[in-house]
């Protein structure tokens, strides 16, 4: 998270917005996608950018992973508990609990659908400095890429990120919502 305050609500410890890694992922993702549709020295020349980028963001990246409140769920075997208490953690911007509450439904053998299906809610609704949308973007495509093993990780940033930036309404999102005829 950042180490101190900054414009609007990036307050400290927040992570959502031009934060380190959602940046990196953003950014990774990107020139990912571009290598994957140039000739060849332009997929090389695409790779050597997005790794000197996502390396360059590595000076301001936490040596050690970021702690989750894995006290608060180790003893629910419940998948949609803990699905629920992700929504709850986001509302309440608990960014521990929620990754949390997030890993513990991934080891329990959860679907990813469930997931995404609430991360998406708070994508649309809430501002994230510009990268809500975008984020949950990424996540989606890289969870689709990313060896089994490793891909909840992906989901468990998307929580973190969302409980981070939940409490900012998305400019135009309530006035979307009233043109189309839907609840807010």
């Given amino acids: 998270g950042r180490s101190q305050d900054q414009d609007g609500d990036k307050v400290k410890g927040s992570v959502h917005g031009a934060s380190v890694g959602v940046h990196a992922s953003d950014a990774a993702n990107a020139w990912r996608n571009i290598a994957a549709v140039s000739n060849h020295r332009n997929t090389m020349a695409s790779l050597i950018v997005g790794a000197y980028h996502t390396a360059g963001q590595s000076p301001h990246v936490q040596p050690d992973r970021w702690a989750l409140k894995t006290d608060a769920v180790e003893t629910i075997n419940d998948k949609s508990t803990l699905l629920k208490m992700t929504g709850e953690a986001v509302r309440n911007r608990d960014q521990a609990l929620a990754a949390a509450a997030t890993q513990r439904y991934a080891d329990l053998g959860g679907q990813a659908r469930p997931v995404f299906d609430l991360l998406l809610t708070f994508a649309t609704s809430e501002d994230g400095a510009l990268h809500a949308e975008k984020y949950y973007r990424t996540v989606s495509?890289?969870?689709?890429?990313?060896?089994?093993?490793?891909r909840w990780r992906h989901l468990v940033g998307l929580a973190r990120v969302s409980a981070s930036e939940f409490g900012t309404p998305a400019p135009g999102y309530r006035e979307a919502c009233e043109l189309l005829s839907v609840d807010a």
């Fill in 141 to 150: 495509e890289e969870f689709a890429k990313t060896r089994p093993s490793m």
